[in-house]
């Protein structure tokens, strides 16, 4: 998409910014907080009117924007900017450099380049912007990034993408295994039934005053006749 550039080790200054990040998300509750704890604390220490981090789903073509933070002055933008796609970021991500970032210090340069890719700064007002990747192995899972931060501390926090998006991918992977693992413990996956897990959860949501009604149905041998005549898949 656009040449990336690599940075030196951060600075003392970048380091305790980092450290601050980092322990406000560590203390946060569970993993969403985190990355929210961690998007505001970097975006107030760089002065940045927006910093955000766009997922990619598991089966999707379009980045979707799963956490943002902004200056008070700033509108959110979370609901109108999805609209990168795998493909405005595919050289970038199959570089083989997961340390590669994108640094743009002037958006008028990026219409010469990537029109498609320029053509989202405008509903932002932005005028720059530093994204980093978030990768699980070779696996790209979303980006991280931040919009008009303080031209002053544009390279030091250049000098800390990495870590920051290390950090991130981190949490959001656990996001994702969380939420998997939840969903696998209220629904049967073969036959999308619910579990009992399932039943007393939506029960605990029920008002006390609510009456209601339920069939149970115990069927006798099932786990016989799975084990005989259930779908069986040959182990090679």
Known sequence: MFDYVLVPEPSDAGLGKLSAAFEAAMSAPNPNAATD??????????HARRAYIYQLPPKGSEFLCTCE???????????V????TVDMASRWFNDGN????????????VARVN?????????????TQVLGKLMRGSHPMGTLGFDDPDPALFDELCQLMYPICAFAASAVNTQNLLRRMHT???????????TRLGFYQRAEQLPPDVSVGMAYLDV???QGINDERGDRKSVV
């Open 81 to 84: 900017t999805h609209n990168l």
């Open 98 to 109: 997961a340390r590669s970032m994108l640094a743009i210090q002037d958006a008028r340069d």
């Open 184 to 194: 696998i413990g209220l629904v049967d996956e073969l036959t999308r039934a619910g």
């Open 37 to 46: 704890a961690l998007m505001r604390v970097l975006g107030e220490a760089y």
């Open 220 to 222: 006798v041998g099932l």
């Open 115 to 127: 029109p498609a890719y320029a053509a989202l700064f405008a509903p932002r007002a932005m005028q």
């Open 69 to 79: 933070w902004c200056a008070p002055d700033v509108e959110p933008m979370t609901d």
